[in-house]
């Protein structure tokens, strides 16, 4: 049988986790998707999935020939790509970020990239944590972060810069801050990362660490521009969440004259190597989308 053919077969049942669900994605019977892996079994000569009556999972074996048969097929398209042979731009791609940035400006890129490449399938995974880029079978990830991982390549793509903002209603009830120090009696809205909620200043070359405190905290950045929006406090958000309601004016920015710390918006991918064509397109297109001496949420509005 196309060994091609039987690793495609082997990549979709270890993303989905049903041979069912494989044979309706691929328009294939349940007999030939069962065939296409027992022949990539006796090729490789070993067993690829420990399959029950409820569940599959990979063997050891299997999470190896995951790697290289991902790697194979991607090559594969490259090659086919770059030689003209493939018409489109095709391929599949499991991509993550954080919710906030995955709403704010990330799913509308995404969106765009597919009107240019619409064989191109992307799979959105919106998790508030880092994932493990093997285990959890992600081709890229969207990372808010000064630091990355030994072993994985990232480009940068944006600066991510935040803002101290609260609604309105709060500031002519508890008054604006003039000054960092201000902030001590006004109630701060807080995410809850487990260290102690604090700000870092900086205005005129120097720097104010300002202890946060308040009554409430959240996990989720939603969370805590809803709670601002509410009137609760004032919160410190990302410049890329906030714009429009800056604009419209629910929520206000507090001292404004003072920067905060700024974390760097990343692509972060496990290899160079063998890099499938629609992965390298996206993270071009995002670095296009994304780039320049101001994130596109910082410039200046045109007329």
């Not at 509410?230 to 920067?259: F, K, N, S, W």
């Amino acid at each position: 049988m196309d060994r091609l053919t039987a690793m495609r077969v082997f990549i979709d049942i270890a993303e989905r986790g049903s041979m069912s669900a494989t044979a309706d994605a691929l328009d294939m019977s349940r007999p030939m998707v069962s065939r296409y892996l027992e022949s990539l079994e006796a090729w490789l000569g070993v067993r690829l999935l420990h399959r029950t009556t409820r569940r599959l999972a990979l063997t050891a074996s299997g999470e190896a020939a995951l790697k290289a048969c991902r790697d194979m097929v991607a090559l594969a398209d490259d090659m086919r790509a770059q030689a003209g042979e493939a018409g489109e731009v095709q391929g599949r791609l499991r991509l993550t970020s954080s919710p906030s940035f995955a709403e704010a400006q990330l799913t509308a890129a995404v969106v765009d990239f597919q009107a240019l490449y619409p064989r191109v399938e992307i799979d959105l995974v919106m998790l508030d944590r880092t994932v493990d880029l093997v285990q959890d079978r992600i081709d890229l990830a969207i990372r808010l972060s000064n630091r990355i991982d030994e072993g994985l390549v990232s480009r940068q793509l944006a600066i991510c810069r935040s803002v101290l903002c609260a609604s309105p209603g709060y500031l002519a009830r508890a008054g604006s801050p003039q000054v960092p120090a201000d902030l001590a009696a006004h109630r701060c809205i807080t995410h809850s990362n487990g260290l102690a909620p604090s700000y870092n200043l900086a205005n005129g070359g120097k720097v104010t660490p300002v202890a946060a405190r308040g009554t409430l905290s959240a996990n989720e950045t939603s969370i805590l521009k809803a709670a601002a929006l509410a009137g609760a406090g004032i919160a410190m958000l990302p410049a890329y969440y906030v714009g429009e309601e800056l604009a419209r004016g629910t929520l206000e920015t507090v001292l404004a004259d003072c920067a905060l710390d700024t974390i760097a918006i990343q692509a972060v991918y496990l290899s160079r190597r063998h890099q499938p064509l629609p992965l390298r397109l996206l993270i071009d297109f995002f670095a296009d989308r994304f780039g320049g001496e101001l994130a596109p949420w910082d410039r200046p509005p045109t007329a």
